[in-house]
């Protein structure tokens, strides 16, 4: 059995990873937030300890580290706000634990290769929620592409509409300066899978960004992609609206329906199945998606001409 420690336990993704924790029949020893609103975990480790202050949340960590040894603490579970992911990473590392950060690892792809530096210095691994690498639909759909003759284009659409409320833009989720904005937060992973079905990253455009929504599109190897991300509820299809349903994810190929929303979010077990079973998802599998980001946040929005994704047509009135 492994022992855990979890930062961020009042996130809204920290349940997943208490759940992945206690599936995989493994132990939460000590959790992490500056908010206390942590009753979650009475569902799952209630016998944690748990801290508001890191100071402290440091020292217990430092404690067990030096009571019980090297197995004190094997692992460091990162659910904070995406700026402080780069410094709980190392947090953990120097804690001789290694590191299952949420996406985005970090905000830019330079921290990737000084977090590379500081593995190879402590011998301890990172390791990323990369969920959707994992996803028998997209992997039965990254077989399909592999299996297509050279050459062979495939045209992408993909929407991803998960609708916020008015907290979320006083939240740092708003602040694009800790989130990196609406594409980093909620499109990360989505780019990543993007990369993991259709390989290199080939050219990258911005249509429009606003602080609730982006779109634009990306080449690959094997596809031309159109995407749009939004958190605004307007942007729910109105058939969708009146079912109240607040979140939309759609992915097409070549206008056929990839169906990727069933167990889209209780795939962290499998993530920690596959770290404990000597796999997981490091730090260059990371590059790609945090490059992307980066760049499409370094980039100024082209305007609506041309081809776009059919949900900016409204904005083009």
């Excluded at 499109?187 to 990258?204: A, E, I, S, T, W």
Aim: hydrophobic share 40%; with cysteine.
């Amino acid at each position: 059995m492994k022992q855990f420690a979890l930062i961020g336990a009042a996130g809204y993704v920290a349940p997943r990873h208490m759940k992945a924790i206690k599936e995989t029949g493994n132990e939460l020893v000590a959790a992490f937030d500056p908010n206390d609103s942590v009753g979650i975990m009475d569902n799952y480790f209630p016998d944690a300890s748990f801290f508001i202050e890191f100071e402290r949340f440091d020292r217990h960590i430092d404690k067990l580290r030096r009571s019980q040894g090297s197995a004190a603490v094997d692992y460091v579970s990162i659910c904070s706000p995406n700026y402080l992911h780069d410094s709980h990473i190392r947090f953990a590392l120097r804690s001789n634990a290694d590191a299952i950060c949420e996406k985005p690892l970090v905000l830019n792809h330079w921290n990737i290769d000084a977090l590379k530096a500081m593995e190879n210095d402590t011998g301890k691994k990172v390791y990323t929620v990369l969920q959707l690498r994992l996803h028998p639909a997209i992997i039965a759909l990254k077989k399909e592409v592999d299996a297509s003759p050279a050459g062979t284009r495939f045209d992408v659409n993909l929407t991803y509409i998960t609708s916020r409320g008015k907290w979320y833009f006083t939240s740092w989720k708003g602040d694009e300066k800790k989130s990196g904005g609406v594409a980093t937060n909620i499109g990360v992973h989505f780019y990543d899978m993007l990369h993991f079905v259709f390989g290199k990253l080939l050219d990258n455009k911005l249509h429009y960004r606003d602080a609730s929504k982006a779109g634009g599109f990306l080449e690959y190897e094997k596809a031309r992609v159109q995407w749009f991300l939004s958190v605004d509820e307007k942007d729910i299809p109105a058939a969708m609206s009146i079912r109240q349903q607040r979140t939309w994810r759609s992915l097409t190929i070549n206008g056929k329906e990839i169906e990727f929303s069933d167990t889209f979010t209780d795939l962290h077990t499998k993530i920690y199945e596959d770290i404990l079973n000597g796999g997981g998802f490091g730090l260059e599998d990371n590059r790609v998606s945090i490059e992307t980001v980066g760049h499409i946040r370094s980039l100024q929005p082209i305007g609506l001409t041309g081809d776009y994704h059919p949900f900016l047509k409204n904005l083009s009135k």
